[in-house]
């Protein structure tokens, strides 16, 4: 079974711009989180969606969003990108949508801010 | 407030040596544990989970964590460390709105 697969790996983008990175989940897995690795700030839960539907969301401010699509598969945007959203991100799915089921995470897109 | 803390931020041994890997969380319910593996450039992958029942809990790759509530830890071991076994380590809690709370990773070094 395929795993999870996050594209692209690496961007590059300026401040001001925004970019959509996009998470295809294990098949079968209709749950789907999105966090947020830094140096700093280490790593932080963004959100999750549940067959169609945002269920939890970090604290993030509302520039950041995401959706999921019919087949699970799902997008985060940033828009109005700045110099600290540089970070990794990191999609992970699971079957079920409650804390205690194992998420199975990509290996993430770097997206680096000029 | 739900948090993880890994007190060590940076441990080194040396092959072939015994490891722990600290980790105190902050619950106010029955924790869903984590321990997460992260090498260069990858993802994170799953060790070891702890739900309820046996507070040892075996995990993948030898390794194995033990659930003390009176303690508020979920420490890693592993008895004979391998230089594959490089890499940063996180400990999660696993929380109803905030999905996964990830303390801030231990990375292990592994000397010859």
């Known amino acids: 079974k395929a795993g999870v697969t996050q594209t692209p790996r690496y961007l590059i983008k300026t401040r001001g711009q925004q970019v959509t990175l996009s998470c295809s989940p294990i098949s079968g897995h209709r749950s789907v989180s999105w966090y947020q690795q830094t140096p700093g700030q280490g790593l932080q839960f963004l959100f999750e969606?549940?067959?169609?539907?945002?269920?939890n969301k970090g604290n993030f401010p509302g520039r950041f969003s995401g959706r999921q699509f019919s087949n699970s598969r799902s997008e985060m945007n940033v828009s109005t990108l700045e110099l600290g959203d540089s970070a990794l991100y990191l999609c992970a799915s699971s079957f079920l949508a409650d804390s205690y089921n194992e998420q199975f995470f990509g290996p993430g897109t770097r997206l680096t801010v000029l | 407030a739900q948090s993880v803390t890994q007190p060590d931020i940076h441990i080194t041994v040396s092959e072939g040596a015994s490891l722990e890997l600290r980790c105190n969380y902050s619950y106010g319910a029955t924790p869903y544990l984590f321990w997460y593996v992260q090498s260069p450039g990858q993802g994170l992958q799953l060790l070891l989970k702890y739900f309820s029942g046996d507070t040892l809990v075996q995990g993948i790759k030898g390794f194995e964590a033990e659930f003390k509530r009176s303690q508020s830890s979920f420490n890693l071991r592993k008895p004979s460390v391998h230089w594959s076994d490089a890499a940063e380590y996180f400990c999660a809690v696993g929380a109803s709105t905030d999905k996964l709370i990830f303390g801030t990773g231990t990375r292990l070094q592994v000397f010859p």
């Open positions: 969606y549940f067959s169609e539907t945002q269920r």
